[in-house]
């Protein structure tokens, strides 16, 4: 079938929607109508070539649907589906071991530009984490898709593919926020604000927004956080002064390696700092090595926010439709696919929180 896609061509872009010929889904394999995909910092660390990326690529992977055919017998036509952006083999190591985030098939098919099964569908493009969502269909492993109520709206729904599971999951199961955690969130886009919002409904006691543009602490403010700071010099003082010390769970989502020395530097002693940006591949981390040993500090990584998709979506689905993670709030601005490249201008001048592609 033909269908209208945005392709990174070259690096720096900007994406070119062109048309292209999708091939059929294969066996396990889902033909999903996109409705609605956002616009993330991943997709812009391609198209800047901070997060190199075999070209030409259909772009984008935080994303929802429906299912128009199915080759899976855990997917009928008409269900409505999230896309997450790593398909999970179920049966590797990290797969059984309860950790689906780290399937090693799923990463070589995504630094591949694959589907889960090695294939491709869109001839001599290559898919985005095994989603490519700016488009108008996509064929997708089903490994790929998890099953929310139809009742969503798309445009809300596409968020659980990335920015939710990514800062939600990364607050409750990386940090391992509780009742009365001092939190600092550093970096207020999708995924910091769904962290701070899941920190929120984890009880925590002060919630620190850091974040150098006023609007997103703003933001914050009204979705919260106890206290705004903003970002950069003195940030580090501050969380401190407004924790007697610093936090004892802090979240860093921006991917750039001296804010997450600042995060570190702003966690209690006996704290968690968890990162779940992606820097580039060789930017370096210099900390106080003594203060992991003398402070008990732990520093972790979360990638999909250390979460299992087909638990987890319908848990943060639940939380929203019960009010308790309004994501819906993260919403900046709906575009439609011809205005991408003015959507990714936005989000890498730091105005944007989550941008959507409606497709229809």
Known sequence: MKIRSAVLERTGG????????????????LLVRIEAAGLCHSDLSVIDGSR????????G?????VVAESRSPEFAEGDHVVLTFVPACGSCPPCVAGRPALCVPGAAANRAGTLLGGGRRLGGVFHHLGVS????????SARSAVKVPARLPFEVAALFGCAVLTGAGAALYAAGVGPRDSVAVFGLGGVGLSALLAAKAAGAGA???????????????ALGATHAV?????AVERVRELTGGGAVKVVDTTGVAPVLA??????APGGVTVTVGLPAPDAGLTIPALSLVAEEKTLRGSYLGSCVPRRDVPRFVAMYESGALPVDRLL??????GRVNEGFERLKSGQAVRQVVLMR
């Open 133 to 140: 969502a700016f488009s108008e269909f996509a064929v997708v």
């Open 52 to 59: 190199p990326r075999p070209l030409p690529m259909a772009l």
């Open 230 to 234: 903003p970002g950069g010099a003195g």
């Open 14 to 29: 900007p994406l070119d929607v062109r048309e292209l010929t999708l091939a059929p889904p294969e066996e396990g394999e």
């Open 332 to 337: 900046s601005d709906r575009l439609r696919l």
């Open 262 to 267: 600042q995060a570190y530097a702003a966690t």
């Open 61 to 65: 992977h935080e994303a929802a649907g």
């Open 207 to 221: 919630l620190i927004a850091v974040d150098v543009v006023e609007g997103k602490r703003d933001l914050a403010l």
